[in-house]
């Protein structure tokens, strides 16, 4: 699927799910609009002025905020997005500014998770919805200020699981590893490779780094050039025998580098994180044996439907029916989902 059918699809998807966010289930991309969207945005209270601010527009990223958008527009709401390029001092400007301008309520997705408290003093009145990144100091989330995302505790341990699977049916107990990972002292970097390699050490697989851990910023680009730059300092992807990514574009980006050197990504196991169109179609191709689904739809709508409750003092889980933290009410959490060979179709 190209760019532009998948982005035609992801706003086919927001529409139909606006009518109730939440569904820990796959939501098809070429689903029908459904009637009730409409009479979603007509019940609701709020429809002014919302702003998205996002750490940098990546593969992922895009996604979310494109659908961002469409969750927006379906509820009668207004919505502007801001890329901050990484750059937090960038990021709390533009939050400041949004606030100043009149934004009722800002969504953020954190370029630095430690500096979240620095978000919520720039948002001043504004509500703030904190999506896909959770704060490190979860002290700053109270009934002003919520998280919408999926639980990273759990990302990596499926990402291991189903290495697991692929590791031992090739009768393998010690294991050769490389890691791609996203922007280093960002939380989701932290639990995603560490919760890969106890699912490893859970299952009696002795894994050992065949290089050094990457950091790689969660970039397509940046992942192709060190896997070129391993490969031309001598790595004998002989010796390897998976290969972990943070994300889908971090794994796209090791599968390029491999294909321009004659290596066949079959001959090693590749897995990564979000179930973007690209990674999808490379679980399909088996060029990777799996990834884990990160619903941007979900994401972005749940945290579209949260700022607007908030705005309008309703119930915070008012239209949404994904769970809610048990400890803690200002958390808000989107499934993942793994996504295998074996059910790839329910992707589809």
């Known amino acids: ?30 689903a029908p609009v459904e009637e009730e969207t409409a009479a979603a945005a007509e019940d609701t209270a709020y429809r002014g002025k919302l ?35 990484g750059d937090m001092n960038k990021q709390i400007q533009y939050v400041q500014t949004a606030a100043e301008s009149g934004s009722k309520a800002i969504l953020v997705v954190l370029a630095d998770d430690a500096r979240a408290d620095e978000v919520v003093q720039a948002a001043s009145e504004a509500k703030v919805v904190f999506v896909n990144r959770i704060p490190q100091d979860l002290s700053v989330l109270d009934e002003n200020h919520v998280y919408v995302g999926s639980n990273e505790d759990e990302c990596g341990a499926f990402q291991g699981e189903q290495l697991v699977e692929y590791l031992k049916r090739e009768n393998k107990t010690s294991v050769n590893y490389l890691l791609f990972k996203g922007t280093e002292g960002l939380v989701h970097t932290k639990k995603r490779s560490e919760g890969a390699l106890k699912a490893l050490e859970a299952a009696g697989i002795q894994a050992t780094p065949a290089a050094e851990p990457a950091d790689c910023g969660y970039d397509r680009s940046k992942a192709m050039e060190h896997m070129a730059v391993l490969l031309a300092d001598g790595l004998d992807m002989k010796n390897v025998d998976c290969i972990i990514a943070n994300n889908d574009a971090m794994a796209l980006g090791v599968i390029e580098a491999l294909r321009q050197n004659d290596i066949d990504p079959n001959s090693v196991a590749i897995i990564g994180v979000d179930g973007t169109a690209a990674g999808l ?23 579209v439907q949260a700022a607007i409750n908030l705005v309008s003092e309703a119930e915070l889980m008012n239209e949404i029916s994904f769970e809610q933290d048990k400890g803690n009410p200002s958390i808000i959490w989107v499934p993942f989902q793994p996504v295998t060979p074996h059910n790839i179709t329910d992707f589809e």
């Open 1 to 30: 699927m190209n760019w532009r059918k998948w982005t035609a699809a992801l706003l086919t998807g927001v529409c139909c799910m606006t009518a109730m966010t939440g569904c820990a289930k796959f939501t098809p991309l070429n």
């Open 51 to 85: 702003t998205l601010v996002v750490s940098q527009r990546d593969e992922y990223l895009t996604y979310l905020d494109q659908a961002a958008k469409a969750a927006a527009e379906a509820r009668g709401c207004s919505i502007e997005s801001f890329d901050c390029g």
């Open 281 to 303: 179609q490379a679980v399909r191709d088996g060029e990777m044996i799996g990834t884990v689904y990160q619903n941007a739809i979900a994401q972005a709508s749940g945290a």
